[in-house]
């Protein structure tokens, strides 16, 4: 189910669908601590830097913590031309969806 706020769409990640570009936009810690198994991680603050890494050809889903800073960064990549939506609940509806998680440390995966 999409929502949209203007020119802002947005999608709950138990709505998210399968396969798609996942990108997490939370910080280093954050993502250690435990992330979508397939999401791929470039901290908000380096989007500017690493907009090269992120798909010009298909929708991008943004995702951090609660849907602050994810709401924040597709609206940033909307305006450079790119088809972004936010993961308006975050890893923290992710987590509470028992959606699957990884850790980088070895510890069972939590949301920081």
């Given amino acids: ?4 706020d203007d020119a802002n769409p947005s999608v709950m990640s138990t709505d998210l669908p399968a396969g798609v570009f996942l990108l997490d936009v939370r910080e280093d810690d954050e993502w250690a601590a ?19 890494e992120i798909p010009q050809d298909r929708e991008v889903y943004v995702i951090c913590r609660s849907g602050t800073r994810s709401a924040y960064a597709a609206q940033a990549l909307t305006a450079a031309g790119l088809n972004a939506v936010n993961v308006a609940d975050g890893m923290t509806g992710w987590a509470v969806a028992g959606r699957p998680m990884v850790s980088e440390t070895g510890a069972d995966p939590y949301v920081a």
């Fill in 34 to 52: 435990g992330h979508a198994p397939d999401a791929v991680h470039i901290p908000v603050g380096t989007l500017a830097e690493r907009a090269a």
């Fill in 1 to 4: 189910m999409f929502h949209s």
